[in-house]
Each structure stands twice: as structure tokens, then as C-alpha cells.
């Protein structure tokens, strides 16, 4: 198995949106806002390259929306799924299955595209599976009020009416283990209806993929919850449970939002778990 970053694209979101009720006192020492109190916010996806399976975790906002929808985020800096591929000496049409651990713009917006003469959509990978699961699915074509905005029909529906979309199983409690990709899977309901969390195991390594369970370092404390979560308090239960046991078993946490910190580990101290060291990509999949 090789692992590869896949850089899908940087924007900037609210400080306050992205800390909830944290004071911006604490929460600016991790992570600097600008002049319109706004923080760097990465699109970090994964390649795992694993037999004949390449597998992409999550694939950012994508290309297609308007140049108002994207004017609302401030997209920064030159990365791209296809140039972070290329980097790696893949292309799109090389991934086998697109595993999403939520249906939201910011994880899933690279996964449709337009079609050449921009009159409908079609899958961005067109020899993927792509892989949700049933609940979530249902809470993502079904939206709340709260999510509505973050859930765009144009990145959803067309995974179905392609016929490229599977579904994971569901575990009786937080952890599905060894799933039909070939990794471990924590659910986590707070931040919306069953997220998924890869769990994979890499060399002697356990690399969590923590989409918005842990959007940065900086929400390492339990109540630094974003204020996008649905359920905050059962985001506090989730980031508990799961904290506890990455540091009991020193898992390695791939930051999927963090502009700034790629990889971290952390450990147990009198005030909770905080960070314990920061790695590149490079120091753990190169190694």
C-alpha cells in the first residue's frame, strides 16, 4: 500500500463560524484571521494506493459553481486534484473507487463536473465506484433546513443516476471494521448525519482521515466545535471518544481541513488530549 496527499484546492472560512462559540482570543493563537476575520482552510483528499484499488478520499469543492458562489470563500493558491494526481503519476480515469466521508460541497464538490457542452452533469471519475452510506445518503438528499445550503443536489444526484454509487455498510455501534474498501471506519454523528472517518492501516501506522471531526489542530480542545455542526454536544462525546483512543494508540491524524498542519499526533495531559508532535505528509508516507 502507498499513500499520497492530494491537494484538491486552498479557501478561507469565518474564524467565528469555524470555533462556534469559542472567543476569538483563544482560538486566533492556532489559527490568525485576516482583516475580515477570516482563517486558511486547506482541501486535503487522500490516494490510497492499495493492489489494483486507488482510492480517493473526499474530493473538495470542485470547478463547476459560479464565480459568486466561489467569491464567498476566497480560494487561494495553485492546487488542483488533476495537477496533484499528475504529481504522482496518476490521472482521474486511474481511480477505482471515490470514498466520501460526507456529502457536503467542500468534500464531495469535486466529484461531479459538467458534461462537455455544460447542459447536465456526470461523475469527474468515470471508472469510480462512489461510496456513502444509506443514512447518511437519506439526511443528504432529504436536507435539513441547517444544511441545506451545504448539500447541492448537482454534487449528489448524478452519483446515482450514473449507477456508480455504493453504499457501506452500517455498524452496530461507532466502528465498522475491515469495510469493503479495505479500512476501518468511526462514525460520528455530531457534525452531520453519519460522517464516515477512515481508519487505515498503513506500515505500523494507523492514519485517521478526519474530515470535520477535527477540521484542524487548533479544535483539538472538546469545546472548540464548529459552529456548522449539527449536534454540538454529541460532536464533545464523538471528539472524546475518539481522542482517547488516538492517543492510546498513537494514531496518526491526516488533517483534512488544517492549511498548516498535514499530519498530527496527540497525547494525554492534565488538561485532555493535545497535540503531541506535527509531521508532514512527506515524513510518514515516505518513510
Known amino acids: 500500500?502507498?499513500?499520497?496527499?492530494?491537494?484538491?484546492?486552498?479557501?478561507?472560512?469565518?474564524?467565528?463560524?469555524?470555533?462556534?462559540?469559542?472567543?476569538?482570543?483563544?482560538?486566533?493563537?492556532?489559527?490568525?484571521?485576516?482583516?475580515?476575520?477570516?482563517?486558511?482552510i486547506a482541501a486535503r483528499c487522500l490516494l490510497i494506493e492499495d493492489g489494483n484499488r486507488l482510492i480517493l478520499i473526499d474530493t473538495g469543492m470542485g470547478n463547476k459553481?459560479?464565480?459568486?458562489?466561489?467569491g464567498y470563500y476566497f480560494l487561494w493558491g495553485d492546487d488542483s486534484i488533476d495537477a496533484s494526481l499528475k504529481q504522482h503519476g496518476f490521472h482521474r480515469d486511474d481511480i477505482t473507487d471515490v470514498f466520501m466521508t460526507h456529502l457536503h460541497f467542500d468534500h464531495c464538490g469535486g466529484s461531479i463536473q459538467w458534461n462537455k457542452d455544460k447542459t447536465g452533469y456526470e461523475p469527474?471519475?468515470?471508472?469510480?465506484?462512489?461510496?456513502?452510506?444509506?443514512?447518511?445518503?437519506?439526511?443528504?438528499?432529504?436536507?435539513?433546513?441547517?444544511?441545506?445550503?451545504?448539500?447541492?443536489?448537482?454534487?449528489?444526484?448524478?452519483?446515482e443516476e450514473s449507477g456508480q454509487l455504493k453504499f457501506t455498510s452500517l455498524p452496530e455501534n461507532r466502528l465498522l471494521k475491515n469495510s469493503a474498501?479495505?479500512?476501518?471506519?468511526?462514525?460520528?454523528?455530531?457534525?452531520?448525519d453519519k460522517q464516515m472517518i477512515p481508519l487505515i492501516n498503513y506500515k505500523d501506522k494507523t492514519i485517521a482521515f478526519m474530515a470535520d471531526l477535527l477540521p484542524t489542530a487548533g479544535h483539538l480542545p472538546l469545546p472548540f466545535v464548529m459552529g456548522y455542526d449539527t449536534r454540538p454536544l454529541l460532536t464533545l462525546d464523538e471528539k472524546e471518544i475518539f481522542l482517547n483512543l488516538a492517543a492510546d494508540n498513537n494514531y496518526y491524524l491526516f488533517l483534512e481541513h488544517d492549511a498548516h498542519n498535514q499530519i498530527i499526533t496527540v497525547k494525554h495531559t492534565d488538561k485532555g488530549v493535545r497535540l503531541d508532535k506535527t509531521f508532514t505528509t512527506h515524513d510518514i508516507f515516505t518513510n
Open 1 to 40: 500500500m502507498q499513500l499520497y496527499p492530494i491537494e484538491s484546492g486552498n479557501f478561507k472560512l469565518d474564524g467565528g463560524a469555524m470555533f462556534g462559540v469559542v472567543p476569538k482570543s483563544l482560538w486566533q493563537r492556532t489559527n490568525p484571521a485576516d482583516a475580515n476575520n477570516m482563517i486558511d
Open 124 to 159: 469527474a471519475f468515470k471508472n469510480a465506484h462512489y461510496w456513502s452510506n444509506s443514512e447518511h445518503w437519506q439526511w443528504a438528499t432529504q436536507p435539513n433546513r441547517r444544511e441545506k445550503a451545504s448539500f447541492l443536489k448537482e454534487n449528489i444526484l448524478p452519483m
Open 65 to 70: 459553481q459560479s464565480d459568486k458562489f466561489f
Open 181 to 192: 474498501l479495505g479500512f476501518d471506519i468511526f462514525f460520528a454523528d455530531g457534525h452531520t
